[in-house]
Structures are given as C-alpha cells and as structure tokens.
C-alpha cells in the first residue's frame, strides 16, 4: 500500500511565523503534490515536484515555496504565515507512468494562523 | 482556465438503490479521471480512475467516460450507509516533461439513507 505520512495533523501558528510542512512518501514516486482545501473552494494545487529539487508552480503558490531534497521528502513552506493560509494542507504522490496520475493523498495538516 | 463541475448536493439516496454522480470537464485534452471519495475530516481516498471512453467496473462502483461530450460519471450500486462521503471528480492532462496536478470539481455531498 502506498504511504504518504505528513508531520502533523493539527498546527497553529501566529502570524508572520515561518511555517514547514512536511511530507514523506514511502513508494519511491516521482511526482509529490501540495494543494490546500477550503470550503466552497475545494482543492486547490500550490506546487508540486516531479524530480528531486524540480519545482512547478500550481494554481495558487503566491506564498508558498517548496524543498525536495530527497525523492521521498517534499516540504511547504510558508514564508510569513497568515491568516487567510489558516486551511487544510494535503500532500499527494503518484507514479510517473505515461500519462497516469494516479495521486494517492496524506491525511493531511490542518493549519490555524492566528 | 481548467474547469470541473460538479452538482454540490447533498444526493439523497436510499440503502440498496443506484446512486449517479455526474462531473463535466472544459479541457478538451484532458487524459486522466478519477473519482476520490472524501470522509468529513479525512483526506481524499482514490475509488476509481478511468482513462479510455466506456465503462470501467470495480465491485460496486463503475465509472463512465464519454470525452466526445466532457462527461464522467460514477455509479454507486446497491449503495449503504458507509458510502455516505463527498466525492471528488478529478481530471489530469500529461504534460510530457512530467505529471501535472490534478484539477478537482467542487465535489457532490451523497447521503444514504437507511
């Protein structure tokens, strides 16, 4: 079974706080994800990374920056937390297979910037 | 601008009957669909992928693909209880230089009634 472990599942933090989420996978996937979820908005791509310190921008990254180091490891990084960051952060992986994109998602880090 | 829609609900179906989820895409060259089924305060869990027109089947879910008219659909049967979620639709072009996040419909609240 594929594994996607994120650091924590409940967070908070004050603003102007630099925030790490971190996300590890243990299926050697290329391809690591980072989107948040908000109600009536659903989820939304901040960036994602298909090879070790490759990054994309998603839909959203205004905020956010990203570290892959290690193929399993992908970090989010919120440089100056605040409140309107305060949401549900989901780290997903898939395979690279052609055009397959099977994501398989963490539980997920649920963030309070105060 | 990626677009993917879905009736928010709730769908209120009774135990033992057909629930019908529908989704519609704009991107035309999108290659790649899913169904996630999301549990309140849980993460999304993959039920179904689908990549070719026709029906796929997997137990009691069967997914529907018809690119011609931008249309996915799930069907649930003999539906229970423990389906009661919000289901997520997805899609997902393949950009060539690696995998591209998915683009997630707003999701359909699905209730079952005992």
């Known amino acids: 079974d594929v594994k996607v472990t994120q650091s924590s599942r409940y967070l908070v933090k004050r603003t102007g706080e630099k925030v790490f989420l971190e996300c590890v996978q243990d299926?050697?996937?290329?391809?690591m994800f980072w989107y948040r979820q908000d109600p009536g908005l659903g989820l939304r791509l901040i960036y994602f990374?298909?090879?070790?310190?490759?990054?994309e921008k998603g839909d959203i990254p205004e905020g956010y920056s990203v570290s892959r180091e290690k193929k399993e490891r992908f970090s989010l990084i919120l440089e100056s937390a605040s409140t309107n960051q305060t949401s549900m952060y989901l780290c997903?992986?898939?395979?690279?297979?052609?055009?397959?994109?099977?994501?398989?998602f963490g539980p997920g880090t649920r963030l309070t910037v105060l | 601008q990626k677009e993917v829609e879905q009736n928010s609900g709730p769908l209120s179906v009774p135990e033992g009957a057909i629930a019908s989820l529908n989704c519609t895409y704009s991107?035309?060259?999108?290659?790649?669909f899913f169904w996630y089924r999301q549990y309140s305060g849980k993460s999304p869990e993959l039920i179904m992928s689908?990549?070719?027109?026709g029906d796929k089947e997997d137990g009691r879910f069967t997914a529907q693909l018809n690119k011609a008219s931008q249309y996915v659909s799930l069907l649930i049967r003999d539906s229970q209880p423990s389906d009661s979620a919000t289901y997520l639709c997805?899609?997902?072009?393949?950009?060539?230089?690696?995998?591209?996040?998915?683009?997630f419909g707003k999701g359909t609240h699905l209730i079952i009634q005992p």
């Open positions: 991107d035309r060259v999108s290659q790649s």
């Open positions: 997903a992986s898939s395979l690279l297979r052609e055009d397959r994109n099977e994501q398989f």
């Open positions: 990374s298909y090879d070790v310190k490759m990054k």
């Open positions: 689908i990549y070719s027109n």
């Open positions: 299926m050697d996937h290329e391809n």
């Open positions: 997805a899609v997902s072009v393949y950009s060539g230089g690696g995998a591209d996040g998915l683009t």
